[in-house]
């Protein structure tokens, strides 16, 4: 009988989302006329059309396939350069930041790459993560490897925790102990949070004196609104000899169906072998991604391409200002009903404390019965998530405004 990888039975009883979406079908099934009024402002998955540019460019993809001289194969593992090409001019190059398309290595979704990115690190790495944190940061952790068994709080050995909360502006103090990898996430999801550059550089003079690599998830990043905040941590000086960073398509151009995103990795970023030995970083994701990846669709990454044309930008502009109006609604009515509200101001998610007493699933279940709206648990998203709930601003305008009517109406 085969051996199987016992570090997966160390995980929690069930993923986030896939609990939040039993305790749902329950609601449904025991519920059918509620259920007709449901609305889902959980899992933070877009909802509007796909921008007209990225539909014009993929049917123009898809006419290139049924032509046997323009038809593609299998295509460069790391991405098509037309697509590098363009995230490195538009996205870094065009705001200042120095990254090369050869950095560039195009995947299909930033989930995917904050877990794979483990497959180049061995084990014994001392790796911190904020709390409350995005689960998936976590259990790949787990799966891999890199940790212990979860205490009565979720929390596993051989993570450093990184508590975040109002105090803190839910950006974590730098630590006082060492530590080789660590996550973070700015905008921030769950909490909305954002980071000011100057505690982006606290962190990479952090990285820089310890050796630290930090795995810099800017998913969100488009959401930002306020000039001051950095879109990149490419932005902050040192930071190529310190970090990754995550980008994805999913949220700006509504790519969470299509799945298309980047890693950046610095070619002079380096971490080392057990004898210490320097080992550049950027030759071992190029040879993980070729291994065990075949590349993007090429009628995806066509799609891809067209968000940096100026009808893209125009439409990206035009998604982001919706999802964004429908996230300043919520935080408004969540202030009315008497609740502490962060983030919704620079990120489409609004992380609202729970009323005294009731605990993050309590809240959970009394907004599925009582108001038929389905939002996140902030206890999902660790220990100091409890006392918290999530509300993602990606829905139509009207779902929104009969989400915040509800709000108001809850006792």
Not at 8 to 24: H, N, Q, T
Not at 248 to 256: A, D, E, I, V
Request: with cysteine; hydrophobic share 40%; net charge negative.
């Amino acid at each position: 009988m085969a051996l199987i990888n016992e570090n997966f039975l160390k995980l929690k009883a069930g993923y986030l989302f896939p609990e939040i979406a039993r305790r749902v079908k329950a609601f449904v099934d025991g519920n059918p006329e509620a259920a007709k009024r449901l609305i889902r402002c959980g899992i933070g998955d877009v909802t509007e059309a796909l921008p007209e540019a990225v539909r014009y460019a993929m049917h123009e993809a898809i006419d290139e396939m049924g032509d046997r001289k323009t038809f593609k194969g299998y295509g460069p593992e790391q991405g098509y350069d037309f697509l590098r090409n363009a995230i490195a001019d538009h996205d870094f190059k065009a705001k200042g930041v120095n990254v090369d398309a050869d950095e560039i290595f195009i995947s299909d979704g930033s989930k995917c790459d904050t877990g794979n990115i483990l497959d180049i690190f061995g084990r014994g790495n001392k790796i911190a993560i904020t709390d409350p944190v995005y689960p998936v940061y976590v259990d790949t952790n787990v799966m891999i490897g890199n940790t212990g068994d979860a205490d009565e709080n979720g929390a596993y050995a051989g993570l450093t925790y990184l508590k975040c909360g109002p105090e803190n502006g839910f950006v974590p103090a730098i630590p006082s102990e060492r530590v080789d990898l660590v996550y973070l996430c700015y905008p921030n999801n769950p909490t909305g949070a954002v980071a000011t550059r100057a505690q982006l550089e606290a962190w990479v003079q952090y990285a820089l004196k310890n050796d630290t690599i930090i795995l810099y998830d800017a998913a969100y990043e488009a959401f930002i609104r306020d000039p001051e905040i950095p879109h990149s941590i490419f932005e902050i000086p040192g930071a190529r000899d310190c970090a990754i960073e995550f980008r994805s398509f999913s949220k700006n151009g509504g790519f969470t169906g299509m799945r298309c995103a980047f890693v950046v990795i610095p070619k002079g970023l380096m971490g080392k072998t057990a004898d210490g030995t320097k080992q550049a970083i950027h030759p071992l994701w190029s040879r993980r991604h070729s291994t065990k990846f075949n590349g993007a669709s090429y009628i995806i990454q066509k799609g891809a391409e067209a968000l940096y044309t100026d009808e893209g930008k125009s439409q990206v502009k035009a998604l982001i200002e919706h999802y964004m109006g429908n996230a300043a609604l919520l935080v408004q009515a969540c202030k009315d009903a008497g609740l502490a509200v962060y983030g919704g101001v620079n990120a489409p998610y609004v992380w609202v404390g729970c009323p005294a007493g009731v605990t993050s699933w309590q809240m959970f279940d009394k907004m599925l019965n009582e108001a038929n709206v389905v939002i996140t648990p902030g206890s999902g998203f660790g220990s100091a998530g409890e006392g918290y709930f999530r509300i993602s601003a990606f829905n139509s305008r009207a779902n929104v405004e009969e989400v915040c009517t509800r709000i108001k109406a809850l006792k």
